[in-house]
C-alpha cells in the first residue's frame, strides 16, 4: 500500500509514460493501481491508497500476475502432503473484502431494478460479473451470482431435479462404493529401515479424442474432426470434473482433496494437471475415469428454427420471446426441460479420455517441485494464449472451433437458444444467438468459462487471500512496519470523476516511489536477517 508522499512530477509525452510504466514493471511495480480513500472514522483523516491491480494475467499487468502465480504455488505446496487435517473455520471478510462486497450489492440492487422497469441489464450484469472477478480474486470462496437473478457467468448446471438425470448409463461401468469419511489425509507408509513417508499424486486428465492429430495440434483431417464435440467437452469440463471427484471420494471412501490446475492441450481441447492428497494405484484412476461421465440434460439444439433476419423479438408485455411473424410465445427455459421426454437423449454426455498419466510424487522432493511449477505454468496466461498459431493449419483449426463455439449454447441463460425457439433462463430484451457475451465462446477461453484453478476446500485450510495475508504480516513484521487495524477505516474507490482521483502517471510514480522504498528496505532487512531469516521467503514475498 502506497500513501500519497512523492511530489508531483509533470510527465508528458507517450515516450516518459512508456518508459515509467517499463521501470515500475521492471521493478514489481502494479502497472495499472486502484485508487481507494482511506477515511479514519475516529479523526475524520482521509488518506488516498493505491493498491495493486491483482491481475493474475500477465498480458494485463505483469508483477500482479507474478505474484499470483507464486501465491497458488504457495498453496498448491501447503495442501499437497498435509499430514495434520486443516483447520476450515472461515475467517471473516478482511477490509478489502468488504469492499468489493459492498461494490457487489449496490450493483445487484441497480440491476434489480432495472429488472423490475424491463431496463436492459447487459451492462450491470457485465459489472456485477466483473466484481465478482475481483471478490474470487480476493481468495473469498464460493459465488453469489448464481441463483441471483443475474446470468453472470455461472457454470452450466445439469437438472438433478428431473429425475432422468439420476438414471445410469448402461453403456459405463459400475463403481464400487464405500462410505465417505471425514479423514482428508493420505495413508502413511514405513519403508524396512523405519523410516514413514506419505506420498501423495500428480494427475493429468485429458478429454476424449475428436479425431486424429499431428504433432502441431491441429487434426490429421480436418473434416471428421468432431468440433461439436469438442466444443460441448470444453463448455462442460468443470461439471466433468466435480462428477469425477465425487466419484473418486465414493470409490476410495475418504474426503480426497485436490488441487488442479486447468489448461489447453495443443489441440485446443482443456486438460486438467491435479495435485492430489494420498496415495492411489494406477488402476484406481483408470477404474474411476472410465465410470465418470456428466450428462447434459438440455433442450435439443438439432433443429435451427430461427437465422438470419428471422429471429424472436422480443415481448415487452410478456418480458418473453415471440415468433416474428405469429407473435406466438417462445417456450420459457423450464417449459423447455419439461417437455424433454423420458425416451430422449441428453444433449451431450461429457467424458474424460481414456489417457491419463498418474505418478506418486513424495513431499519436498524435486519432482514435488516440479510438478507445482507444471502446475502453475500457465496461470498467467488465458487460454487461448496458452498456444498460439504459428501456421496457417493453427489458425485454421482455432478458427473451426471458434466456428463450433459460436453457436453452441454455453449455458441456459445463452442468447443461442433462440435459434432452436427457447427463451433463454433469464431473458432480457437485445439477445442475439451468436453474440452470446458468455467467456466460453470467446478466443480466449476457447469453450472453458470455469476458473484456471479449481482447489478443494480443505486442501490448505487457506485462501489464497490467507497466503497472501501472511506474506503481509510477515514482511510488516520483517520491515518494522506499522500494521493498521482496518476496524478503524472505511474505504471507498476513488472513481476517474472525483476530484481527488490521481491520473494514471501519477498513479504510476507513487507506485514506483513506494517499489523503490520497498526494494531499499528490503535490502536493509536482508542484511539484518542474514543468517537468521528466511531469505527465500522475502524474495518471493517481494
Ligand atoms: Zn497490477
Ligand atoms: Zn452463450
Known amino acids: 500500500m502506497t500513501e500519497r ?44 491508497i493505491l493498491i495493486p491491480c491483482r491481475a493474475t494475467l500477465e498480458s494485463a499487468c505483469p508483477a500482479c500476475a507474478k505474484r499470483a502465480q507464486s501465491l497458488r504455488a504457495e498453496q498448491c505446496r501447503d ?7 486443516p483447520h476450515t473455520a472461515s475467517s471473516s471478510p478482511d477490509d478489502e473484502q468488504e469492499f468489493w462486497l459492498g461494490l457487489r450489492a449496490h450493483a445487484q440492487v441497480q440491476r434489480d431494478q432495472a429488472a423490475n422497469e424491463s431496463q436492459d441489464t447487459a451492462e450491470l450484469d457485465q459489472l456485477i460479473a466483473e466484481v465478482d ?44 462404493r464405500r462410505p465417505v469419511t471425514g479423514r482428508t489425509t493420505g495413508k502413511v507408509y514405513s519403508a524396512p529401515d523405519g523410516s514413514r513417508y506419505r506420498p501423495s499424486m500428480f494427475l493429468t486428465l485429458t478429454c476424449d479424442s475428436y479425431g486424429k492429430v499431428r504433432d502441431d495440434g491441429t487434426p490429421a483431417d480436418p473434416a471428421s474432426y468432431d468440433y461439436q464435440r469438442a466444443a460441448r467437452d470444453a463448455i462442460h469440463f468443470a461439471a466433468l470434473f466435480d462428477r469425477l471427484i465425487q466419484n473418486l471420494r465414493r470409490y476410495l471412501g475418504y474426503d480426497v482433496q485436490y488441487f488442479a490446475a486447468i489448461e489447453p492441450q495443443r489441440r485446443l481441447a482443456p486438460h486438467a494437471h491435479v495435485a492430489f492428497r494420498g496415495a492411489i494405484s494406477r488402476a484406481d484412476p483408470r477404474q474411476v475415469i472410465a465410470a465418470t461421465y456428466h450428462q447434459v440434460w438440455w433442450p435439443s439444439t438439432e433443429v435451427v428454427r430461427y437465422d438470419g433476419n428471422q429471429l424472436p423479438v422480443w415481448d415487452e408485455a410478456s418480458a418473453r420471446y415471440v415468433n416474428p411473424q405469429t407473435g406466438e410465445l417462445l ?26 498419466d498418474a505418478q506418486g510424487v513424495l513431499a519436498g522432493t524435486r519432482d514435488a517441485k516440479r510438478c507445482i511449477q ?21 489458425a485454421d483449426h482455432i478458427a473451426r472451433l471458434l466456428d463450433a463455439l459460436r453457436y453452441e449454447p454455453c449455458s441456459p441463460t445463452c442468447a443461442n437458444w433462440l435459434r432452436h425457439g427457447v427463451t433463454p433462463k433469464n431473458a432480457r ?27 478443494s476446500r480443505k486442501w490448505s485450510g487457506k485462501t489464497v487471500a490467507d497466503h497472501r495475508a501472511d506474506r503481509k504480516a510477515w514482511l510488516t513484521a520483517m520491515l518494522d512496519l506499522p500494521a493498521t487495524d482496518p476496524a478503524h477505516y472505511r474505504w471507498e474507490r476513488v472513481t476517474p470523476a472525483d476530484p481527488d482521483a490521481m491520473s494514471p502517471t501519477r498513479r504510476l510514480l507513487h507506485v514506483l516511489a513506494d517499489r523503490t522504498r520497498w526494494r531499499n528496505a528490503l535490502a536493509e532487512a536482508r542484511r539484518r536477517a542474514e543468517n537468521s531469516g528466511d531469505l527465500s521467503a522475502m524474495e518471493e514475498a517481494a
Do not use: M
Request: positive net charge; aromatic residues 4%.
Open 5 to 48: 508522499t512523492t511530489p508531483v512530477i509533470q510527465i508528458t509525452g507517450p515516450q516518459a509514460r512508456a518508459a515509467l510504466r517499463q521501470v515500475t514493471q521492471d521493478r514489481g511495480g502494479c502497472i495499472r493501481p486502484v485508487q481507494l480513500r482511506r477515511i479514519n472514522l475516529d479523526t475524520g483523516e482521509v488518506t488516498q
Open 79 to 85: 495442501g499437497w502432503h498435509l499430514e495434520d487435517e
Open 133 to 176: 472477478d475481483e471478490l474470487a480474486r480476493t481468495g473469498i470462496r464460493g459465488s453469489l451470482t448464481r441463483n441471483a437473478g443475474s446470468d453472470g457467468n455461472g457454470t452450466p448446471q445439469s437438472t438433478a431435479r428431473r429425475s432422468r438425470s439420476t438414471r445410469r448409463r448402461q453403456d459405463t461401468p459400475k463403481l464400487p
Open 331 to 356: 417456450p420459457t427455459w423450464e417449459q423447455a426441460l419439461d417437455n424433454i421426454a423420458q425416451r430422449d437423449q441428453p444433449l451431450h454426455v461429457a467424458r474424460y479420455g481414456a489417457k491419463f
Open 374 to 394: 507444471y502446475l502453475t505454468k500457465y496461470l498467467t496466461e488465458q487460454i487461448g494464449r496458452c498456444h498460439r498459431a504459428e501456421t496457417d493449419a493453427q
Open 429 to 455: 430484451p437485445g439477445l442475439v444467438p451468436g453474440l452470446c457475451k458468455g467467456k466460453a465462446h470467446r478466443a480466449e477461453h476457447l469453450g472453458y468459462a470455469g476458473r484456471r484453478v479449481l482447489v
